[in-house]
C-alpha cells in the first residue's frame, strides 16, 4: 500500500519534470526545426523538378527512340523507296532487298492466329463476365488464363518445335501437303495460344460492364440467357471486345521468339498457309547479327520500323477505344 | 487590437473564375475560439484552408489580398513555415495508415528530417496525446497503427498530431462532421481546454456547436462574411436579416 | 408455341455448352506445356546441373550456371535501372493528372509498352553496343530496363490515383515537405500496388529473349562481367533448343523448366503480395 502511495507520488513528480522540461526544450526544437526546414525546402525543389525530369525523359526516350530507327534505316529508305516493300525476292547475296515475302508472311501468321484465337478468347470472355464471375473453377480459370501470359515466349517456341511439330507433320501427310511440319500455320497456332489472355481479360472486363438493368429489360421480355448474350451483352460490349482482338493482333505482330522458332525461316513467298516462310521479327531475329553491309542491316532496321509503327499504332487505337468505353 | 494574432485584409479566393471568398476582412484575437458558420457553399471551408495556403494546392485555386500572422504576411512566406505555425485537422480523420500512433504523432518532426532524441521524443508524444486528451486511451498500444483506433480516437490522434508541432493556430474544419455524439462532446470539452495554449478557429455548419465552443463567430453567405461579433451577441442580438435567418433556421 | 419456347431454351443451353467447352479447351494447352516441359525437363536437374557449365557437343552433362547467373544479373541491373525511373513517373503522373507533359509522357509509355521487343534490342544496339564496340550485358540491361518501364510506370500511377487525396493533404498541414509526403507517406502506402508491378515487370523480362538476342548476346562461358558478353536462360534456351545436338536440347528442357518455374513464382508471389499487404483506411 505504502509502496504503491511512493510510486504514484513519483510518477506525477515526473510528470510535472517531464512538463517543465517540455516548455523549456520547445524553443530548442523550434530552431531546430526552423533551420532544417531550410533544406527540406531546396530539397523539395530537386525533388519536384526531378519528377518533370524523369517525365520528360520518357518522352525524350520514345522520340529518340523512333529517331533512331529512322535515321538508321535512311540508307535503305533512299536505295530502294517503294521497291523495299513490294520487291518480292530478299536476297542479301545478290543486294536484293523485297520485303514483300515477310509482310505476307506477318500478315498470315497474325490473322490466322486471331481468327483460330477469337473463339476462345470470346468464351472465356462470357463466361468468366457473365456466366460464372465467381467461383472456384472461373478463379482457377482466370489464373491459368493469366499464366497463358506469363509463360516466356522461347518456352512456347521450344514446345512448338518439339511437340506441335511433330503433330502438324503426320496431319499434313495426311493431308497430302508437303509435311514440312514447321511453317506458317504451325506458328499460328503458337501464336493463338500465346494471345488468347488479352483478348480475354479484356473481354471479361467490358462483358461485366453491360449494366444489370439492360439484362433484366431483356429477361423480363422473355428472353432466354443466349438471346440476351446475342442482343444486349455482344453489341453492348463491342467496341470493349474489338479493342480486345487490336490489342491480341499488336502482340502478334510484335511475337519474334516463339515464331522465329517454328517458322523456317525462308524468305521465299509462302504459297500455302502450311508453307515455312518469315514474318518480319522473325528476320530481324535471324539476320541482324549477320548483316554485314551497310543496305542490309538498314534495310532490316526499316523492317523493325515498319513493324513500331504498324504495332504501336493497333495498340494506340486499342487503348483509346478502351479509354472511351470506360470513361462513358 | 493588441492581442491579435490573424489578420485578413480584403482577402479573396478563386477556383479558375469562381470567385468563392469576397472581400473578407477579419480579426482573430489571441487564444480564442472562433466559429465559423454559415450555409454549405458559402466559402467558409475555402477561407479556412486560405488561411494555411492549403487552398492553392487545388489546380487554379488562387487567391488575393493579405493573410497576416503577427503582422507578417502568410503569403510572403513558405507554404511550410506557414503550415508549422498553423496546424489543421480535417473533416474525416486521417491518421497516416502506414505510421504506429507514435509516429503519427511525431510525424511532423520525424518527416521534417529532425533528429530528435528518443526521449525528448517521447515527452512531445506524451505532451501532445495528453492535451488531445488521448493519453490514457492509447499509452499501452502506442506502437500499433493509428488506423485501428474509433473515429472519435482517431480524430483526437490528428489534432495530437497537429499540436505536437506547437502551431500558433490551430484550424478545424468541420472536425466532429463525421463523429457520433459522444466523440463530439469529447471533442468540443477539448476545444475548451486548448484554447488556453493556442488560437483556435472552426468551422462548423452545427450553429449549437458554435455557440457551445466559441467566444466569437462569424457567419458567411455566399462567399462574403455578413457578421462577426462575439458568439453571444451573435445568437442573441444578430444585426444582419441574414444571420437571423440563418440562426432561426429559415435558410437551407 | 411451347415448342417454340422449348426450341430457344434448348439452343441457350447448347449455347452455353458449347462457352464451357471452349473456355476448358483453352487451359489445354497450357497444361499440355507444364507438363510437357516439367516431364522432360525434370530429370535433367541436379545439382551437378546447376553449378556446371555447358560442356563442348558430344560430351553429356554440363550445366548451365553460367546462364542463370547471367540471367539472375541482366534481370538485377535492369530492375535497379527500371525501379527509380518507374516510380518516379509514376508518381509524376499521379500527381500531375492534366499537365501537357503528362499527357505527352502518358501516351510515351503507352508507345513504349506496345513497342515489340525485337524493335528495343535493334535500338539498344545502336545506342550502347555500337559505341563500346561489344555487345555486353549492360546493354541487355538496359533494353530489359526499358521494356519494364511502362509496367512500372502505370502500376505506380493506377497504385497512387487511387489514394483519398485527404493523406496528402493531411502531411502538408502538417508542413512536411512536398518530398516527404511522397516518399514517406503515399509511396508506402501504396506500397503493395507499386510492389507487385514491379514483380509483375520483373516476371516479364524474365523471360524475355528478343531484346537480349543483339544486346546480351550470350556467351558460353562464364562471366559477370557487365560490359563482356553474358548468357542468360532465355537466350540459352533458344540457342540450345534450334541446335541439332540432343544433349544441348536436353540442358535447354532443364533451362526451360527452371525458367518457367521461376517465372511463375514471380507471378504467384504478386498475387500473394496484392493481397496480403493492402493498408486499411
Keep these: 500500500m505504502k509502496f504503491s502511495f511512493i510510486k504514484s507520488r513519483d510518477s506525477r513528480s515526473n510528470l510535472l519534470v517531464r512538463e517543465i522540461s517540455y516548455i523549456a526544450k520547445m524553443d530548442v526544437w523550434k530552431s531546430i526545426k526552423i533551420k532544417r526546414t531550410f533544406r527540406q525546402i531546396r530539397m523539395e525543389k530537386i525533388f519536384r523538378s526531378s519528377l518533370v525530369l524523369v517525365a520528360l525523359s520518357i518522352l525524350v526516350l520514345v522520340i529518340a527512340f523512333l529517331f533512331t530507327l529512322i535515321v538508321q534505316s535512311m540508307p535503305s529508305i533512299k536505295a530502294l523507296g517503294f521497291s523495299f516493300l513490294f520487291g518480292k525476292t530478299w536476297d542479301p547475296v545478290a543486294n536484293v532487298y523485297g520485303t514483300y515475302p515477310f509482310l505476307l508472311g506477318t500478315l498470315f501468321t497474325s490473322f490466322l492466329a486471331l481468327i483460330i484465337s477469337i473463339p476462345f478468347s470470346f468464351s472465356i470472355a462470357i463466361f468468366l463476365g457473365e456466366y460464372y464471375p465467381r467461383g472456384w473453377f472461373s478463379e482457377f480459370l482466370k489464373n491459368s488464363i493469366e499464366l497463358i501470359a506469363a509463360v516466356p515466349s522461347v518456352i512456347y517456341g521450344f514446345w512448338g518445335l518439339f511437340v506441335l511439330v511433330p503433330i502438324v507433320r503426320s496431319m499434313e501427310l495426311k493431308l497430302g501437303v508437303t509435311p514440312y511440319g514447321i511453317g506458317i500455320f504451325t506458328s499460328s497456332l503458337i501464336l493463338a495460344i500465346m494471345i488468347i489472355p488479352y483478348a480475354a481479360s479484356l473481354g471479361r472486363e467490358m462483358i461485366r460492364m453491360v449494366p444489370s438493368s439492360l439484362k433484366e429489360a431483356a429477361y423480363s421480355l422473355g428472353a432466354t440467357r443466349y438471346e440476351v448474350i446475342k442482343t444486349v451483352i455482344l453489341p453492348y460490349s463491342k467496341s470493349g471486345l474489338f479493342a480486345g482482338i487490336l490489342l491480341s493482333l499488336g502482340r502478334a505482330l510484335g511475337e519474334t521468339m516463339a515464331v522465329t522458332m517454328v517458322i523456317g525461316n525462308t524468305s521465299i513467298i509462302p504459297k500455302s498457309i502450311f508453307d515455312p516462310g518469315n514474318t518480319m521479327a522473325s528476320v530481324i531475329a535471324n539476320e541482324f547479327t549477320e548483316a554485314a553491309s551497310t543496305l542490309y542491316l538498314s534495310s532490316l532496321i526499316e523492317l523493325g520500323l515498319i513493324l513500331f509503327l504498324v504495332t504501336v499504332l493497333i495498340n494506340l487505337i486499342g487503348k483509346k477505344i478502351i479509354k472511351r468505353f470506360t470513361t462513358d | 487590437m493588441e492581442n491579435t494574432i490573424l489578420k485578413a485584409i480584403d482577402f479573396d479566393a478563386y477556383f479558375g473564375e469562381n470567385h468563392v471568398v469576397k472581400k473578407i476582412n477579419m480579426e482573430i484575437p489571441k487564444n480564442n475560439v472562433v466559429a465559423v458558420m454559415g450555409p454549405s457553399g458559402c466559402g467558409k471551408t475555402t477561407f479556412l484552408r486560405c488561411i494555411n495556403r492549403m487552398h492553392e494546392l487545388i489546380e487554379g485555386a488562387t487567391t488575393k489580398g493579405k493573410m497576416m500572422l503577427n503582422n507578417e504576411d502568410v503569403y510572403g512566406m513558405h507554404p511550410i513555415f506557414v503550415r508549422h505555425k498553423i496546424g489543421m485537422v480535417f473533416q474525416r480523420p486521417n491518421p497516416f495508415p502506414n505510421l504506429s500512433i507514435y509516429d503519427n504523432v511525431i510525424a511532423g518532426y520525424k518527416l521534417n528530417g529532425m533528429k530528435i532524441a528518443k526521449r525528448d521524443k517521447d515527452i512531445i508524444v506524451e505532451q501532445s496525446l495528453q492535451k488531445a486528451a488521448l493519453w490514457n486511451e492509447v499509452k499501452d498500444s502506442l506502437h500499433k497503427k493509428g488506423t485501428f483506433l474509433s473515429g472519435g480516437q482517431q480524430q483526437r490522434l490528428c489534432i495530437a498530431r497537429a499540436i505536437a508541432m506547437e502551431p500558433e493556430v490551430l484550424l478545424l474544419d468541420e472536425p466532429t462532421s463525421a463523429l457520433d455524439p459522444i466523440s463530439t462532446s469529447n471533442i468540443e470539452v477539448l476545444l475548451h481546454e486548448l484554447k488556453n495554449n493556442y488560437t483556435i478557429i472552426i468551422v462548423t455548419h452545427n450553429m449549437q456547436q458554435a455557440g457551445r465552443v466559441s467566444d466569437k463567430t462569424a457567419f458567411f453567405y455566399m462567399g462574403e462574411l455578413i457578421e462577426y461579433d462575439i458568439t453571444k451577441n451573435m445568437f442573441t442580438n444578430p444585426q444582419d436579416k441574414r444571420t437571423q435567418n440563418y440562426i432561426t433556421g429559415r435558410f437551407s | ?281
Design chain 3, 1 to 281: 408455341m411451347p415448342q417454340n419456347i422449348q426450341y430457344r431454351l434448348g439452343k441457350s443451353k447448347a449455347f452455353k455448352g458449347f462457352i464451357i467447352f471452349l473456355s476448358v479447351l483453352c487451359t489445354l494447352p497450357l497444361f499440355l506445356i507444364l507438363i510437357y516441359i516439367l516431364k522432360e525437363g525434370f530429370t535433367k536437374i541436379n545439382w551437378h546441373f546447376l553449378v556446371n557449365l555447358p560442356k563442348p557437343v558430344g560430351e553429356t552433362g554440363g550445366g548451365i550456371a553460367n546462364a542463370l547467373i547471367g540471367s539472375l544479373l541482366i534481370v538485377f541491373y535492369a530492375a535497379i535501372i527500371a525501379i527509380p525511373f518507374g516510380i518516379m513517373g509514376g508518381i509524376y503522373l499521379s500527381e500531375n493528372k492534366k499537365s501537357r507533359l503528362s499527357y505527352w509522357c502518358r501516351l510515351s509509355v503507352d508507345v513504349l509498352q506496345g513497342t515489340p521487343s525485337i524493335v528495343v534490342g535493334i535500338v539498344i544496339y545502336f545506342w550502347i553496343v555500337k559505341p563500346l564496340g561489344t555487345f555486353s550485358a549492360l546493354s541487355g540491361s538496359i533494353a530489359l530496363a526499358i521494356m519494364m518501364l511502362p509496367i512500372v510506370v502505370r502500376s505506380t500511377e493506377e497504385t497512387l490515383k487511387l489514394l483519398p487525396s485527404t493523406l496528402k493533404e493531411a502531411g502538408l498541414a502538417l508542413g512536411l515537405p512536398y518530398h516527404k509526403v511522397i516518399l514517406r507517406i503515399i509511396l508506402p502506402c501504396g506500397f503493395s500496388g507499386v510492389l507487385s508491378g514491379i514483380i509483375l515487370a520483373v516476371a516479364r523480362i524474365a523471360g524475355e529473349t528478343a531484346p537480349l538476342l543483339f544486346t546480351a548476346f550470350g556467351n558460353p562461358y562464364f562471366s559477370t562481367n557487365i560490359l563482356k558478353p553474358m548468357q542468360s536462360l532465355p537466350l540459352l534456351i533458344f540457342n540450345y533448343a534450334t541446335s541439332p545436338y540432343d544433349e544441348w536440347h536436353d540442358l535447354a528442357w532443364g533451362a526451360a523448366l527452371i525458367l518457367l518455374i521461376w517465372v511463375l513464382l514471380l507471378n504467384i508471389i504478386t498475387k500473394i503480395t496484392t493481397r496480403r499487404w493492402k493498408i486499411q483506411f
